[in-house]
């Protein structure tokens, strides 16, 4: 269950601002905002301080953003809860904020879909802050001399020596469907769809390779989110192989043992993988829509954490993951995270930009507990999936 954020009181004049607790969540916005609080009276380049709150990483990944943005300035936020918050009338679309030239000037130096997986209705609604997607996570020194799986029929080949993982614990479970069906290059429903998610062929085929899989994950990690999956196998005897997760470069360094990340696993030799989106934008709420002093300060401080010396040089040393593609393309950054950026830099170019329609978020969650209860029960593969297929069309019709 996620706990409510409450958001303390802050000092008068003082922006409030939401992130998740990771350090790659909230490691480069409380630097800057220490460095903002050690500046002489006088000397500030924003126009008021920004105060970052954390919440869990299951609330940046389920609770709607308009229950927060009461409370917050700033929120970083997931592309897929933009729906809701769209229909709440509770952000501010960008548009408002910066003219089109700053706007595309900062689509073009994005990776990937970063920047497009924030526009909705033909409006911006965040902006591109962290970027990640599903690739897979390998710790080197348990594979030995074998290859890494380039299909996930290797993957489901590797012997029993080598221990595997799935991430299935939050909305995990369904993204993880959703990038096997992606894979074999199943077409996904759009935001004004309410057929089946994928055709049913490729469904079926994403349901027996998870079942294989899950069967081989460990116990303490069938409920695990990313961060889990990836600390767990950063500090002990592995799991060794995990072929889609939400990538972390901090866990290239951060654990007794170093975990590598590469491009998930094709669904046939020679295929482009399966992957989906993530990463976090910055959106910016209607609490202070009368207060001009207010407005510039969050114009300060969104222009100052999109600058390219902040994103490339900041964000990497302090836990931060950037958006900008000067970031993910510098040698010296890929030097010191272990190729991280590098490695994973197409899978996010190509990764899948989920729906944004009102109530999504809600959905993947209920669809990932549905899909790990039903493989953890060993239920029918085509009963599950109907299930899931007519779970999705009574939440469009709503």
């Known amino acids: 269950m996620t706990v409510p954020v409450i958001a303390p009181l802050t000092a008068a004049g003082e922006l409030r601002g939401l992130t998740w607790d990771h350090p790659r969540g909230y490691g480069p916005l409380e630097e800057l905002s220490r460095i903002d609080a050690s500046v002489p009276t006088g000397c500030e380049t924003v126009g008021r301080p920004l105060r970052w709150d954390r919440q869990p990483l299951s609330g940046f990944e389920s609770t709607p953003i308009a229950a927060l943005a009461a409370d917050y300035d700033i929120l970083v936020v997931d592309h897929s809860g933009l729906g809701g918050a769209v229909e ?30 924030y526009v909705l209705d033909d409006r911006t609604w965040a902006l591109p802050l962290d970027a990640t997607a599903q690739v897979a996570a390998v710790r080197p020194d348990l594979m030995g001399e074998r290859d890494l799986p380039r299909t996930w029929g290797q993957v489901c080949a590797l012997p029993n020596e080598v221990p595997v993982t799935l991430c299935l614990g939050g909305p995990h479970a369904f993204l993880t469907f959703c990038s096997l069906c992606l894979a074999q290059r199943g077409e996904p429903a ?3 769809d309410d057929d089946a998610l994928f055709p049913r062929e490729h469904g079926l085929a994403a349901l027996e390779t998870m079942a294989r899989l899950a069967a081989r994950t460990p116990p303490g990690l069938r409920s695990a989110d990313p961060v889990a999956v990836l600390r767990t196998m950063a500090a002990g005897q592995g799991p060794a192989y995990c072929p889609l997760v939400h990538g972390y470069v901090t866990y290239t360094r951060s654990g007794p043992y170093p975990v590598a990340f590469s491009a998930p696993p094709a669904w046939l030799p020679g295929g482009r993988p399966g992957s989906v989106l993530g990463g976090a934008g910055l959106a910016v709420s209607r609490r202070r829509t009368g207060d001009a002093a207010a407005r510039s300060a969050v114009r300060d401080h969104l222009r100052r954490l999109l600058a390219d010396p902040v994103q490339r040089e900041l964000f990497p040393v302090t836990g931060g993951q950037p958006a900008a593609r000067s970031a993910w393309t510098d040698r010296w950054t890929n030097d010191q995270w272990g190729g991280f950026y590098r490695s994973t830099l197409a899978t996010v170019e190509h ?31 085509r009963a599950l999936l109907d299930e899931l297929d007519a779970r999705h069309r009574a939440e469009r019709r709503r």
């Open 88 to 117: 709440a009338g509770c952000l501010v679309a960008m548009e408002v904020l910066f003219g089109p030239t700053e706007l595309a000037s900062w689509r073009e130096r994005s990776v990937g879909a970063s920047f497009d997986s």
């Open 190 to 192: 759009t935001d004004g």
């Open 351 to 381: 990764a899948w930009v989920r729906p944004r329609w009102p109530g999504y978020p809600a959905f993947q969650q209920a669809a990932a507990r549905l899909l790990r209860d039903g493989l953890a029960e060993g239920r029918p593969h």
